[in-house]
């Protein structure tokens, strides 16, 4: 052979029996099929075999049969980023007459999806009160083909009874999926409690770094995953192997970062919670959390991020001073790594509620929290 053809058909020289604790970051478009024979195109590669890099490499499967281990679920997929994960869910359970509920509490691009992309697919998607529980069963049509939960909500931590939500959507025949991020999968049992998907994105807690987007999407049943598979191929949801490793390395410490994430974040926001200049906080942890019950019922624990209101004294651009005069708080969206992140959202659409500009939400991260009560405190003696 030609330097040339040696270059590109080296046969493996090192010995292959390498057993690390980690699994390796295994990169690839191609698979090379030992005949013609063993050809395949399936994206059911758990199954079926590898076929293609698309569908995943064994750094991406591992890392969905783990999350599929942690869920309980029947089996996962991991996709580019949260978002991606939710696009796949409405995609797969909706078609052109669909209808579809999404909480009104629900993550902005949820949302967007909803009136945007599903609306030009003729899905009428229909916005529900978070606490409505059982009532649900008055929204459902005939030709309503999934609910969506998100407990709690984004920004308003609305709790959702979701025994509730799924018991009536059941007897309907219908799919309920849960945007189950903030639980990161394990403080809230998703199909325990009834739901039939349940998608994270990994990008927050499992990620757990701020330096990675990924998304997951896990069935309970092999009817949801077959139903979810096949978008997932057509669609070409690939995903970086490199990520898919940081994702497996954050699973490693996700339980010592959720502990002390939950610690400090209750310190914050129980001092918070006595502040003269400050409402309410919205904490599943605390009674003013709209659906703190179901949560006292339905979880075993609690997460970093959490909203809270200014008192109507403070006027918005004063709440504005306030979040410009933190100093270990970065200004930031996302959530779910070591830092901690304060924004303002000026304009939350609630039917029944305004905040008037003066809800604020923060993720709390590893640093000391008399170190973050020290700045939230300044930064409000800069607004008194
Ligand atoms: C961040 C977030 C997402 C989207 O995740 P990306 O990985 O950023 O696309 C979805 N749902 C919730 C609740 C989120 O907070």
Known sequence: MDWRTKLLNPSPQARRDYTSLVTPVYRGSTVVFPDQASVVDSWQQAR???SYG???TPTALELAARIATIEGAHETLIVPGGQAAIALVY?????AGSHALVPYSAYGPNKAIAEGLMRGLDVEVEAYDPMIGAGIA??????????WCESPGSVT??????????EAAHARDVTVALDNTYAAGVLFDAFAHGIDVSMQALT??????SDLLLGSVSARTPQAFEKL???YQQLGLAVSPDDCSLALRGLQTL??????????????????ADQPIVSHVFHPALPDCPGHDHWVRDWSGSASVFSFTFAEQVAPEQVVTFLNALAIFKIGLSWGGVNSLAVVYPDVERPTQDFGGRIVRLNIGLETPEDLINDLSQAMQAVL
Request: proline content about 3%; charged content about 20%.
């Open 48 to 50: 079926d075999g590898y």
């Open 54 to 56: 698309l569908y995943g």
């Open 91 to 95: 995609l797969a359970f909706c078609k």
């Open 138 to 147: 008055d929204l459902i049509r005939d030709n309503t083909t999934l609910i």
């Open 157 to 166: 931590m609305e709790i959702q009874d979701i025994p509730a939500i799924t």
């Open 204 to 209: 927050k807690y499992v990620g757990g770094h």
């Open 229 to 231: 598979g096949p978008i």
């Open 255 to 272: 339980s010592v970062r959720l502990d002390a994430l939950e610690r400090g974040t209750l310190q914050v926001a129980r001092w918070l």
